[in-house]
Structures are given as structure tokens and as C-alpha cells.
């Protein structure tokens, strides 16, 4: 029947009104009709399949480049007063071209909505402490920490206190932002949001405020907010091992061997004076801190781990540096002043930065601007870069702008002096996405909120601290934080200002502004001046406590005055005698500088390498050129190694295997390349380096007291490496004494192992490349554990050299292996003599859209040690020019 019932089937396809083409078909399908019934539906079913993986694949491509900006044509902007152009390089860097400020920084709203919103709108709920909207209770702990510290109220109060122009600039920055988004549904705007919404968020994105920008301020200050994880990680270590010993892991800086920024000048009358040689100004000397003592310690160590579980890309307040230098042209080859910077921050994608041009057609009073550099997404205008007359450059001065007190709390007042003060309280209620409302109460002294209340589940800090009592009150212990970034300031003037400034004048002027986070400014102008300038809200503190350690909050003596560090007192230099000037987060000025700046400064490993080198490229009457000074920032030897090396190599260990690793050291010249023949050895030293910190100190330190390996661990250990019998070789787990030797042959043989291991048993297969690797992960959905999508929007790994304290400031953390932690966010190298010459490079790419062309074009060439053509007169900029977007005023 089965046969009868084909034939038949066939008879009725088979007429005679039928092409003979047609009733055998092609030869594939005759064959194809001769299979197994079985094989050829599972033929069907495999075609349908693909058809409908080609069909998700033509819906993933169309979901993911929804969000793509557009680059040409026209838009129309609802307020513009006139055309406005955004010319387009070959990787996507906007220059914007306008009539008006206010047209100037509504299209920049509207271009860095285009790139990055996304990022922007994390930023804000991250700043106002309203992440659980987003991501749920796991962001609960991050918001309670945020709405302790009010940065969205600082940024609130900080508005009025605005320029009017900056106010303008901030308006019509927002009202871009907020054209763009109009009548875009979120899926339009980003990919992350169809992630999110995919889960049945239902969010929408509110309308940008000038307050979201302002906040972002904050988080850029808590990033950069100086010691106080070093107060912390001091006090604890201590309650550990004792102060003495403690005090050996924070050796002062080497004022000897490593120079500090200013070298000349001194302060008279308040004010710093370049060419005075003695300081008239003299402050109180500074009684010893508070006591430590292990109740605290238990306070603290809840502080510590709510702080290290804050998001990276918020920032921790360590691990962070950078790199700026000015040479005058007086050493140049152009016989113009060169000017560099690379921040060192902690690494994310899409990067902190991004590149933009800011031009008005007509620079006038009106319109002042014609500025190009690194911006914020999130804040009009630019932070570092230059104008046509000056350049400028960002490093963190690291000044001590944080204490912790202890505070002696009774019941609803906390004690200060003689008398019980009411305490500061507010409630808090943060939404949490697909949970309840948590709602907290904050408590708030006069020396800043009570942050010791943070910690896993909300409780209260201990009442049992061994502190010294002075009352029959019953007490409890607690910790507040006082900090400069608390009080409003109007930093927001200063970002704008610089941008404006033409000469050292009004550069100085638009600096005082710059309150938080307080930087070193390098400076440079085309007619031929350079300088220094150290900027920022810096406390005086009454009798005091220096901030090494937690004070007693209810003694007076140890308050804040009130006053800051006048400006005109702090460090700055113009034209120094030397011809150039070095910052990269060393020591600002030497001991006799009369104000108490901070204690926690780099050790100057850095800095004085790029010394060393613009000395060597000036030396015997040479000159520094535009190369030379690219050059510098690649450069990737260890001035560490060259102490800890000759002490590796004294070990006698037996041959053909064990002292595989020691015969690289002999005939290594100290550089830390990804690749090549220097690579093996500085793979095998990295390693021996965190097997030491290991051995040397995790037998006594734990958790977050554990060494990281950066400059600071190099600067205790040069120091330990000199007493071969000092307590902190032995390790105490073991009935015997271990001395340095010890302590060095273990290493050495551990390091060999774990190369094993890790790489190979070959040594010539090692590379510092295949360990040291550079990953870029998106900060919220990139690390939400859901693989998937982690791969749509994260990039990596790129193998890459340097390390960290060198000038290519690739850092790793000891703790966690040797992935990067933090690396220059940009780099930039801008010429004097022709500002067409200048160079600049980014750590991600524009876009902050996954899969678009710009999302990571400039971490090739950032990890290949290339920059791109920085144009900035117009005409080079239109000769650059791929794409150019009109932005026109929208019908009313």
C-alpha cells in the first residue's frame, strides 16, 4: 500500500500539461526524494532551525545597531538657535562646531548622549545612591554607602553657588541630553537597557539635570580622595603587629633619591614665593594622634570591607596615579614647550574618558570657547586638554583630605568637650528593583556622617572600643568621616574656566576654583611660559592629628579649623629654573613647605624616571622632541627591580632547573615588555615579586592588609632587603627563625614552580604578555554573572608590558593575580610649536555602544604603544573628517 500510495502521489504531480524540466526537477532534489523518509524530516527540521538562527541573528544585528548614533545628514534639536556641525574623524572623535555657548554645550549634551548614555544614567543613580533601582538588592549595600555620605544632596547644595555662565552651560548641556532622548524608547538609546528591560523591568530613563552632572564630581573625588584607606589599612595593621612595626610598611617618602615636584620656592607671609629660600610661616607643631587600640580595629575593619565592595569603577581611593610632565622650549627641538599626561585609572569599558572638540565659529566674549581634550559623558565642557593658547594636565596630588573619628555616641547625642551635642539624623529610602524598600537612618556629627553604620546588614557599629573614657556615659563607639568633598564647592567653575583661560593669569584664576578632588595642574602656553600649579581644598587641622590614624572625636583639639591651605600658600612654579617640571603623584615640595599637605604620597618611582630621562635626553646639549617624549610614557623599566635583583641573584640553587629562572635575571636589562626576548625575565621577577609579598607577610596580615605589590610594598621591602634579620622574614607558622635568605631561595624556587605550572616547564615559552593581561568589562551588565550577556559587551584579553610604579603604569594587584587593575586611561602629548602635531590616544574607543566600530578601535592601538593625529585648527579637522551630523533647531 505504502508503494501503491507514492506512485500515486507521483501520477497526480505528473500531468501532461508539465515541462519535462519540471516533472523531474533538479538532480539534487530527485536524489534528495530517494532518502528515508526519517533522514529527509530531519532535513526539514535543520533548514528550519537555520532559518530561524539566520532570522535571530538578522534581529540581534538590528536590536544591537538600534542604538547606533547617527553620524550624518541632519538632526533636529529642539533650541538650538542655529545650525550646529559634529565633524566625525575616521574613529568616530567628535569636533562641534557652533554660534553660541549655549548651542556649543546642547550639542555636546546631545553628542555625548548619542555615545554614551548608557554610562551616564549609571553614573547618576551610582552618584545618588539609587543602583538597586536598576540591579536589585545587590546594589543595596553601594547605595546605603552613597546616601550615608549624601553626594546627590553636596552636588544639590553646590548649584547655587555656580557661575551664572557655568549655570547656562549646565542647562543647555541637559536640555541636549534630553533632546536626544525624546521619543527614543530605551532599546533605541542602548543595548543594556533591552538587557535590563528583558527581565521585566519596564524602566524608562528620567530627563537629564545639571545636578547629574555635578554628582559625577563626586565620584571622581572619591576615587581620587587621598589616604583614607591608607588611615585604615595603618590602624588595623597595627592592631595586628603593633605600631612600631606597622610603621615600617609606610616608609616616609625618599626625599633623597627621589625628587619632589617644586623644588624651589618658599612660603612668606601665606604666600608661596618661587624665588624665596625660607618659609616666614609657621603652623603649631602637631601633638601625637589618638591611641589605636583593637575596638576600633573592629570598627574599622567593617569600614574596610564596605569600602573595598564598593564598585571599581566608583572607585577605592587606591592603586590609582598618573603621569604629566611640561618641558620648555628652551629644551625642545621646536624650541616650543612639549606637554604630557596619562591618568592612571582604574580600567573599564567604555572608558572614562572621552575625546571632543568644542569650537565656537566666532571665539568672543559671547562665545570664548575653542577647546579640544578628554571629557566626562555626563559634564559639559573639557577636563584636560588645550585651547589655542594654553595646554594643560591632570596627576592627583593625593593631599590628606579625609580623617576618621571616633566618635562617643549616647543614645540620639554624641560627646565633644564637656557637652552632649544632638545628632544629625535623616531617612533614607532606596527603591530595590523586584524587592521591598529599604529605608535607613543616617547619623551625622559635626565632623561628617557616621560611615562605621555601613556594613553588611546595616548594624551598628560596636559599643565595646577600648578607647580612653573620660565620662561614666555609656557609650557607643563609632566612625564618621570628614572629608572636603562633603562641603559644596564650585568645581564645576573651574572645569569651564580652564577651557576659557589664555595666559598663566586667568589659568591660576580658573584653578582656585578646582576644590575636589585637588590636583597637580602641569601648564603650558604658545608663548613659550610653563608652570605648576597645586590647586585645591586642603584642611587645617587645629593641634593635630596628620591623619595617619583615627583621632577622638570628642576631644576639640583635634577638630578642623574651619580654614583650608590658602590658595596663594600652595606650591606653584612658573618657568622653574631647571626647564621642566615632573608630577606623578611623588611628594608636592620638600620638608620646609609649612602646611601639612599629607604623608601618603607615591614614592616616586615614577617621577623620577621621567626626570631621569628628559635629563638624559638634554644632556650633552640635546633637546626633547615629540618622540622622545611618546617614547617616555612607553617606558617600562623597573627601578624597583634594579634594588630587589641583586639580592635574587646571590642564592646558589641547582642547576637545570631550579636556577632557570635566576640565569634569565643575569641578562635582564630591567624592562617588562608583553613579548620578546626580555619578556621571560620579567615574567619569572613579577612572579618571584608576589611570591615574596606572600611568604614575607600573609603568615601575620590578612585580608585587605595583604600587600598589593604597589609602590608603597616596593618602598618597604627596599628597606626590609637591608636588615636580613628583621621579624617580618620569620615566618610564624613555623617553629623555625626564617631570615631574608630564607625568605629569597623559597621564592625563587616557588616562582619556578609556578611558572611550571602556569606557562610551561620552558622558560622560552614564558612571556610577561601571557600572565599580564588587560581585560575590559562593562560595569554593570558585564559583571552581572550572566555569561551570555558578559560576552555581548565585554572585550579582551590583550597582552600587555609594564607594570606597576613604572612610567607605562599597567598596575596588577598582588592579591588577585596579575590581570590589570589599573592603566592610563588616555595618553595625550600636545605640541606648543603647532597644535596640529599633537598627539592623543584613549583606552576604549568613543562609543560606548557594544559592537559599534568605536567601542574598543583605540585599545589596539593603546596596547601597540600608538597614538592617533590630534587635529584641532579647523581646516586640519575638516581634512580629517569622515562624517559630519548638522544639528538644526526643531520646529516650535
Known sequence: MLRHGRMFRTMTVTTQDTPAHRRRGPLWWRRFRLLPRPLRVSAYVAVA???????????????VRRSFPQTTGEAEVAGLTA????????????????????DLMRAQGYVHAQERFYEMDVR?????????????????ETDVYVRTMGWRRVAEAELPLLDPDTRVALDAYAAGVNAYLEDRAPSEVALEYTLLNARGLGYTPEPWTAVDSLAWLKAMAWDLRGNMVDEIDRTLTAATVGEERAEQLWPAYPLDDHAPIVGQGAVVDGVFEQDA????????????????????????????????????WLGRGDGVGSNSWVVSGDLTDTGAPILANDPHLGVSLPGVWMQVGLHCRTVSEACPYDVAGFSFSGVPG??????????????????????????????????????????????????????????????????GPIVSDV??????????????????????????????????????????????????????????????????????????????????????RKSGNDGRYPSAGWRPENDWTGEYVPYDGLPSVLDPEEGFVVTANQAV???????????????????????????????????????????????????????????????????????????????????????????????????????????????????????????????????????????????VTTDEVETRDDILRAVLLQARDDLTSTLSPDPGEWTWGALHQLRLENSTVGRSGFAPAERLVNRGGWEVGGGGALVDATSWDARHGFGVVTAPSMRM?????????????????????????????????????????????EDAVRDAGEDTLTLVPAPR
Open 829 to 873: 602629548v600636545v605640541s606648543l610649536d603647532d597644535l596640529d602635531d599633537s598627539r592623543w590616544v584613549n583606552l576604549t574607543g568613543v562609543s560606548g555602544h557594544a559592537f559599534h566600530p568605536h567601542y574598543t578601535d583605540q585599545t589596539d592601538l593603546m596596547v601597540d604603544g600608538k597614538t592617533l593625529p590630534w587635529a584641532f585648527t
Open 83 to 102: 545650525r550646529v556641525e559634529v565633524v566625525r574623524d575616521d574613529h568616530g572623535i567628535p569636533q562641534i562646531y557652533a554660534d553660541t555657548t549655549e
Open 589 to 731: 615640595v620638600g620638608p620646609d613647605y609649612p602646611y601639612f599637605l599629607g604623608g601618603d604620597f607615591d614614592r616616586g618611582y615614577r617621577s623620577q624616571r621621567i626626570r631621569d630621562l628628559v635629563d638624559e635626553q638634554v644632556s650633552s646639549g640635546g633637546t626633547v622632541s615629540m618622540d622622545d617624549v611618546l617614547a617616555t610614557q612607553l617606558d617600562d623599566r623597573s627601578s624597583f627591580a634594579a634594588v630587589l635583583v641583586p639580592h635574587l641573584l646571590r642564592p646558589r640553587l641547582d642547576a637545570t632547573y631550579d636556577d632557570d629562572g635566576q640565569r634569565l635575571l643575569r641578562g635582564w636589562d630591567l624592562t617588562q615588555p608583553a613579548d620578546g626576548d626580555q619578556s621571560a625575565a620579567a615574567a619569572y621577577f613579577n612572579v618571584v615579586w608576589r611570591d615574596l609579598l606572600e611568604l614575607t607577610f600573609d603568615d601575620e596580615l590578612t585580608g585587605d592588609q595583604r600587600p598589593d605589590g604597589g609602590d608603597r610594598w616596593m618602598a618597604a621591602v627596599s628597606d626590609l632587603l637591608e636588615r636580613p634579620d628583621d621579624p617580618w622574614w620569620d615566618d
Open 124 to 140: 547618576r543613580h551610582a552618584t545618588a545612591g539609587r543602583l538597586a533601582e536598576l540591579f536589585g538588592e545587590k546594589a543595596v
Open 455 to 540: 556594613d553588611d546588614v546595616l548594624a551598628r557599629v560596636a559599643t565595646d572600643a577600648d578607647v580612653p573614657r573620660e565620662s561614666a556615659d555609656k557609650a557607643e563607639y563609632a566612625v564618621s568621616l570628614s572629608w572636603t568633598a562633603l562641603e559644596p564647592a564650585p568645581t564645576a567653575d573651574a572645569i569651564l574656566a580652564l577651557d576659557r583661560a589664555s595666559d598663566w593669569t586667568s589659568f591660576r584664576a580658573a584653578a582656585a576654583d578646582f576644590a575636589v578632588p585637588a590636583q597637580n595642574i602641569v601648564y603650558a602656553d604658545r608663548d613659550g611660559h610653563i608652570g605648576y600649579q597645586a590647586p585645591g581644598r586642603i584642611p587645617i
Open 277 to 312: 629660600t625660607t618659609s616666614t610661616t609657621r603652623l603649631p607643631t602637631r601633638p601625637p594622634p589618638f591611641t589605636r587600640d583593637a575596638g576600633v580595629a573592629d570598627d574599622l575593619r567593617r569600614l574596610a570591607a564596605t569600602t573595598e565592595r564598593m564598585p571599581a
Open 382 to 447: 573639557v577636563i584636560i586638554g588645550h585651547n589655542a593658547d594654553i595646554a594643560w594636565g591632570f596627576t592627583n596630588l593625593g593631599p590628606d583630605v579625609t580623617d576618621l573619628y571616633v566618635e562617643r555616641v549616647v543614645g540620639d547625642e554624641w560627646r565633644h568637650g564637656g557637652e552632649l551635642l544632638p545628632l544629625e539624623r535623616r531617612q533614607e529610602r532606596i527603591e530595590v528593583a523586584d524587592g521591598d524598600d529599604v529605608v535607613i537612618t543616617v547619623r551625622s556629627t559635626t565632623h
Open 49 to 63: 532551525l537555520a532559518l530561524l538562527l539566520v532570522a535571530g541573528l538578522v534581529t540581534g544585528v538590528v536590536v
